[in-house]
């Protein structure tokens, strides 16, 4: 299986690391730069945007992350950061999903909510969390979207390149995160391919 990494500076890492191990991944909590290498995959879990992007910039994984070319999963904040634009927030995208992203845009913390969500790709609706969610805005015609809530993109794909505006990692069902490793397999094998 895979070795898959998550951006530790803060947020909800603890739980995507229990449901990466879930599933037999091997994991990492990165913190700097040089700890990417060995990764097959990263995930940006959600939590503080705005405070992830300045801690990136302090251990100088703002420029390593985009220059990763391997598949990296974005859950709440992290589609945030992922994203070509935030509105509002010109210096905190990494720019690397060409989608456009309003953070917050589902109000408040006493404004989470919960709900039954068709998710291509999956067999079964989804129970997605969604806390102080983003939505986008905006997507060109490179983006897949792979969910909708409400008129608003709430799951996306472009390349390699995976993001969600609600949370997987606070449900006991793996199969979001699933997805993901399928596509962190096939891009070893795409590598392996043309070594």
């Avoid at 913190?31 to 060995?38: F, H």
């Avoid at 391997?70 to 070509?84: E, H, Q």
Wanted: net charge neutral; hydrophobic share 40%.
């Amino acid at each position: 299986m895979p070795h898959v990494g998550v951006l530790g500076l803060q947020g909800a890492v603890s739980e995507h690391i229990k449901q990466l191990e879930s599933i037999g991944c091997t994991t990492a909590i990165i913190k700097k730069p040089s700890e990417l290498s060995s990764l097959d995959g990263l995930i940006i879990p959600g939590g503080e945007s705005t405070a992830i992007k300045r801690l990136m910039d302090i251990y100088g994984l703002t420029e390593a992350i985009q220059s990763f070319n391997k598949p990296i999963f974005g859950t709440c904040a992290g589609m945030v950061l992922l994203a070509r634009d935030v509105t509002g927030n010109p210096d905190l995208p990494l720019g690397l999903i060409d989608l456009a992203v309003q953070r917050n845009a589902s109000g408040r913390q006493r404004s989470s909510f919960e709900t039954s969500l068709t998710i291509k790709g999956l067999d079964k609706p989804f129970n997605a969390i969604f806390i102080r969610a983003p939505y986008c805005l905006q997507a060109s015609e490179e983006v897949e979207i792979l969910a909708t809530h409400d008129g608003h993109i709430v799951a996306a794909k472009q390349r390699n390149i995976l993001v969600s505006s609600f949370h997987p990692e606070l449900t006991g069902d793996s199969r979001l995160l699933e997805l993901f490793v399928r596509m962190v397999i096939m891009n070893g094998s795409k590598n392996s391919s043309t070594a």
